[in-house]
């Protein structure tokens, strides 16, 4: 059996401190939890660098997921075999999966974003539920976005529930963290992306919108926080306020399914615009 790291080893101790936001910022590290956040994380890369740093796995998850470990020592990664209590100290979750990996930062700068042309983006203003960010991002990622861009009032990225509600799709595609609204409306506006505003009291429908064929060019929707939507001073940065048609007797939608349909919208018509 491998030599099982101690509980009260520093390696566990600063995997531990990652909980707090103060301490992601200052190391650039973050958790990802469960075979399927680590194995995207052990494929991933940030300048050629593997993304996976460490690696905590209780013996019977290394013997399930021994493709996983085999792939995080291949990375360079450093694999920590541990006990129960070691994951339970690692983890952010009451159940752990028996894999927690430390991964290094990977948003993009958002000028590099602007620099690949993009044709669909998530922007995620105001956006302070951290499950709802992630699930966010898990929506632009099925729907085939670009990007994501999470302004400077929004959630952080590395927040374990926004990590986790992202299922893998944090791996997938460009995020970029802190920017200004203002920045990203003006600098994906004047990349020839149309702004568009997610809004339940939007003026424009969003059949309208569809119908009348204005949907297939590059778009970046702007979406709000679930409870209050976007401030007046947002909504009139975007060249349109686009509310979700509610043709039954819902109430309304909540966040991530307002957005998944807005980028599902923007994608069929960018498809049927451009055949590919």
């Known amino acids: 059996m491998p030599e099982l790291i101690s509980p009260r080893s520093p390696r566990v101790a600063a995997a531990r401190r990652l ?3 103060n301490f992601r910022g200052k190391e650039r590290r973050f958790i990802a ?6 194995r995207e994380a052990v494929e991933h890369r940030v300048g050629g660098e593997a993304t996976l740093v460490e690696l905590f796995t209780t013996v019977e998850a290394a013997e399930r997921y021994a493709d996983i470990v085999a792939a995080a020592l291949d990375a360079g990664a450093r694999v920590h075999y541990a006990d129960d209590e070691v ?3 690692v983890s952010q979750t009451v159940t752990p999966q028996g894999l927690v990996g430390v991964c290094r930062f990977l948003d993009s700068p958002f000028e590099e974003i602007l620099r690949a042309r993009p044709k669909l983006v998530a922007v995620l203003a105001h956006v302070r539920d951290p499950g709802n960010a992630g699930t966010v991002l898990r929506c632009a990622d099925a729907a085939g976005a670009d990007a994501v861009v999470l302004t400077d009032a929004s959630v952080d ?3 374990p529930k926004s990590v986790r509600a992202s299922v893998g799709s944090l ?3 460009p995020v970029a963290v802190g920017v200004p609204v203002e920045q990203a409306v003006q600098g994906l506006r004047d990349a020839g992306v149309r702004i568009l505003a997610a809004d339940g009291a939007g003026e424009d429908d969003l059949d309208d919108e569809l119908d009348a064929g204005t949907m297939g060019g590059p778009t970046a929707w702007i979406f709000g926080n679930e409870a209050w939507g976007l401030p007046e001073e947002t909504r009139a940065l975007a060249d349109a306020v686009v509310r979700v048609p509610i043709h039954g007797k819902a109430e309304s939608l909540n966040l991530a399914t307002a957005a998944a349909v807005c980028l599902y919208a923007s994608a ?4 049927t615009r451009t055949p590919r």
């Open 19 to 21: 909980a707090r936001r």
């Open 268 to 271: 069929r018509a960018q498809r």
């Open 157 to 159: 990225l590395y927040n």
């Open 33 to 38: 939890e469960g075979p399927q956040a680590v």
């Open 171 to 173: 791996f997938h595609l």
């Open 87 to 89: 994951l339970a100290e």
